[in-house]
């Protein structure tokens, strides 16, 4: 399952090789997902809001999920995850019981359905376990929230200990937010990840109405407060990091803490337009996700983010092709503790993306500028192979484990609509 050794200049293929025809690339590592977001796409197209207005859809579907439900919705989201090159997942998982915050026989039933979804579907998970604890500075959670919560962090770090990793998954941790766990329980979380050298993830300034909060609680912003509490560090990645201060970005840089954008969730819920060059030019790594799923297209995530920075500053150039695919692979994976995948390298897990050059939109262009191509006109219906570990998960643009993700899809939603 992992790459022996690399040639280039091969006149021709030798015998017996499986041809890969167009560019491939490392595979993609979707950094941030919320898999049950899935079921919101275009039910939330309807009439105006905010974020906060959102929100309150995103609820009633959390609350018709079970065990059950939520392994088919999440194996056909994975599988729609791998027709777009993606190989990699990190799952921020905090929907954790049952309605009313009962827990499951199995306390874990939830993750445990995440990890088997993935591995129906082909992919590697990083299962962000997160701590959702309050629904606001000093607030009990609401009704809806009640199954995210475990009541304390103690108690999350004890249900969270239950989990197991896997050849194919990785357990990691997660504050949901600075509103979501009270202050004097963040350093609870951080120690559960740092004895475990995981990976540990935030919701970090997401929005305005967050920074206000936070700082009329505690007088600074949630960046500060994250730095206060010992959660920031190499192992750490913020999401989203969309409305920073200087010094937020001087402490995320400095501290080696990575970043998660979203682009496609952040335009589609109007959160703004995060520093992303500032944070990287400051020392933070990039990485991506598809957060809420509006769309599954890690390519135009990396797409987006060079885009969203060029309305900004109405300039054009602030990364190169190159620069934005690692951020969609090798960041992306290290960003998942992964940091074996995400390269063409030796040694490196055998995971590839292959992305046709004679499509529609991808037809035309220079061979040399294929990485260009790829990340500025292909989509994710151009991925025409995806390759796990050595193994085709797709195999000519269709799953070779799921055979019907579209109807995969269809009838899993259906049932979250019943």
Known sequence: GRIAAVRTDVPAPPPGAEILRGLTLPGLANAHSHAFHRALRGTVQVGSGTFWTWREVMYSVADRLTPETYLDLARAVYAEMALAGITTVGEFHYVHHAPGGTAYADPNAMGEALIQAAADAGVRITLLDTCYLSSGFGQPPDTHQLRFSDGTADAWAQRCSLLEERDHARIGAAV?????????????????????????????SEQTAEND??????????????????????????????????????????????????????????????????????????????????????????????????????????????????????????????????????????????????????????????????????????????????????????????????????????????
């Open 213 to 418: 909060a936070c700082h009329a609680a505690h007088g600074c912003t949630p960046t500060r407060l994250l730095a206060d509490h010992g959660v920031l560090g190499p192992r750490t990645t913020g999401v989203h990091n969309t409305h920073l201060t200087d010094e937020d970005i001087a402490l995320l840089g400095g501290s080696r803490t990575g970043t998660c954008m979203c682009p496609t969730t952040e335009r589609d819920l109007a959160d703004g337009i995060g520093p992303a060059a500032a944070l990287q030019q400051a020392g933070s790594p990039l990485s991506l996700g598809s957060d809420s799923h509006a769309v599954v297209d890690l390519l135009e995530e990396a797409r987006a983010m060079e885009l969203n920075e060029r309305l900004r500053t109405r300039t054009r150039g602030h990364w190169t092709a190159a620069a934005l695919l690692r951020a969609a692979s090798a960041d992306g994976h290290a960003a998942l503790g992964w940091d074996d995948a995400g390269t063409i390298e030796p040694g490196a897990r055998a995971d590839l993306a292959t992305v046709a050059l004679d499509s529609v939109r991808t037809a035309g262009p220079l061979p040399r500028l294929g990485a260009e191509t790829a990340v500025f006109a292909a989509t994710a219906a151009d991925v025409r192979h995806t390759v796990v570990g050595g193994r085709h998960v797709v195999r000519d643009g269709a799953h070779t484990l799921v055979p019907d993700v579209p109807r995969a899809l269809a009838r899993a939603v259906a049932a979250l609509r019943a």
């Open 176 to 204: 949901h937010s600075v509103r979501a766990v009270p202050a004097d329980q963040l350093a609870t979380v951080a120690r559960w990840a740092e004895e475990r050298r995981a990976p540990l993830h935030v919701h970090l």
